[in-house]
């Protein structure tokens, strides 16, 4: 039996848009870094949002990639499905 979560399509959107917001943040700061603070920390993006979601850096990366061949922006992550044996008569 498994031990891994089905992510269902929501959470892929979550998991999506919490790394798109933390990559903003980054080059938000870096344009806006005047005092020349050190940012290294904010750099790994990736990482910053596999901890902040909960999930693996490779989960975050095949979600990522799975948005990438959505057919249009506005498409939704499709829920994965069960697939049933079925009976025969």
Not at 8 to 30: D, N, P, T, W
Not at 31 to 43: F, H, V
Request: hydrophobic share 30%.
């Amino acid at each position: 039996m498994s031990k891994r979560k089905v992510i269902q399509s929501g959470e892929r959107a979550i998991i999506a848009k919490v790394f798109h917001y933390l990559k903003e943040e980054y080059y938000f700061m870096k344009l806006n870094n005047s005092d020349k603070c050190d940012l290294t920390p904010l750099a790994n993006i990736l990482r910053r949002t596999a901890e902040a979601t909960g999930v693996s850096e490779r989960t975050v990366t095949r979600i990522l990639k799975e948005e990438t061949e959505l057919p249009s922006p506005s498409s939704e992550f499709p829920s994965p499905v069960k697939k049933r044996c079925k009976k025969e008569d």
